[in-house]
């Protein structure tokens, strides 16, 4: 890309080919006392453009330490033309209204992984749920319990009006970060692209001047003079090039995220489904006198269907752990992008 560097080469072969410039002048004859239209010291007489005329097109001219006129077009980077004498003279492309969110992209969580353990405290009572007081009976399994049929202990007739089960121990091991891994600052871009061409302009009868003629500007293009960094435009005396446009070479961008994470696992749960024989029943082999869903939520209760019925036998059922979900933590934005590296076009307004 052409940029700023093409300027400053162009003003360093003017400089080095004026040894009058060290005394002060740009200008191989200057005179010292002399004085423009509005009493300013003009040695060189940059500023004589009263009796200036033109035989074709308008007289313009622009302020000492501004670059020649070139034509700029400037808007979407997808519409940029071409300059009106081929891509050899493009000699400037820069970039404005930058657009830079302060976002990054969300952190993810894997759901979270865990295992459950059968409770091995079981009890009855002589009394029905949640009605305290009566007689209790342990009805406990082995520890650990995989919830095969189980008849290490039984209760005696009478003792179990009710059973109530410990609930299920459940094991979790957190969340995995789910894509991305770490949170990406949101891509930045530029709104409007600008491109300056060489034009070859005829020079004028005073220095930086020429007489403009009438199908010089292409459509779409304006006629403006440039200069490194963010000027305000000449005000001088007969100035045309007041119309001012910034564009910008770079970006010093701070913006980042901060590490993604995950926080604690919410909403798991283990489930399992009880079943009950009654006293005669050591091998879980007839029919069950009480069905118990058992969760690792809280612990559970039945009344027992025939209050008083002996209790013989017990197995649970598949144990299946229900992951829930872990909240994502992290992938906040901070710092900011901000343009950098500014020059300046300062052009014939309704030009566009």
Not at 146 to 172: F, H, K, R, W, Y
Not at 193 to 209: E, Y
Not at 265 to 291: F, M, R
Not at 321 to 335: F, K, L, V
Request: aromatic letters at 6%; glycine letters at 10%.
């Amino acid at each position: 890309m052409i940029a700023r560097s093409s300027w400053v080469g162009v003003l360093l072969v003017v400089l080095t080919g004026c040894n009058e410039y060290m005394d002060g002048y740009d200008c191989l004859n200057p005179e010292k006392g002399h004085r423009d239209a509005q009493n300013n010291p003009d040695p060189c007489h940059h500023n004589d453009v009263g009796d200036a005329k033109c035989d074709v097109g308008d007289f313009v001219h622009w302020a000492i330490q501004w670059e020649d006129p070139t034509l700029l077009w400037f808007g979407p980077a997808d519409q940029v033309p071409e300059c009106p004498r081929g891509s050899m003279t493009i000699a400037y492309e820069a970039q404005t209204d930058l657009v830079a969110l302060s976002a990054c992209e969300a952190c993810t969580c894997e759901p979270p992984t865990g295992s459950c353990a059968l409770p091995s405290t079981l009890t009855a009572s002589t009394m029905a749920c949640n009605i305290p007081g009566g007689v209790s009976t342990s009805f406990n399994a082995p520890v650990p319990w995989n919830g095969s049929c189980d008849s290490a202990t039984q209760t005696p007739g009478g003792a179990s009006q009710s059973l109530t089960v410990d609930p299920i121990t459940m094991t979790e091991n957190g969340c995995a970060l789910g894509p991305p891994v770490a949170a990406k600052v949101v891509s930045l871009y530029w709104d409007t692209f600008a491109r300056a061409c060489d034009i070859g302009l005829p020079m004028g009868q005073v220095k930086r001047s020429i007489c403009l003629p009438d199908d010089l500007i292409s459509p779409g293009f304006a006629l403006c003079i440039f200069h490194e960094g963010d000027e305000n435009c000449p005000d001088e005396s007969g100035n045309v090039f007041t119309e001012k446009h910034v564009f910008y070479n770079g970006v010093q961008d701070d913006r980042q995220c901060s590490a993604c994470s995950c926080g604690a696992p919410t909403g798991s749960v283990c489930k399992a489904h009880l079943s009950i024989y009654d006293g005669n029943d050591l091998t879980c082999s007839g029919p069950t006198i009480a069905q118990l869903p058992i969760t690792s939520a809280k612990d559970a209760c039945i009344d027992i269907t025939l209050p008083g019925q002996a209790l013989g036998s017990k197995s649970v059922g598949p144990t299946a752990y229900i992951p829930g979900t872990c909240p994502p933590m992290g992938g906040d934005a901070s710092g900011s992008a901000i343009p950098i590296e500014p020059d300046t076009f300062c052009c014939r307004p309704n030009m566009f």
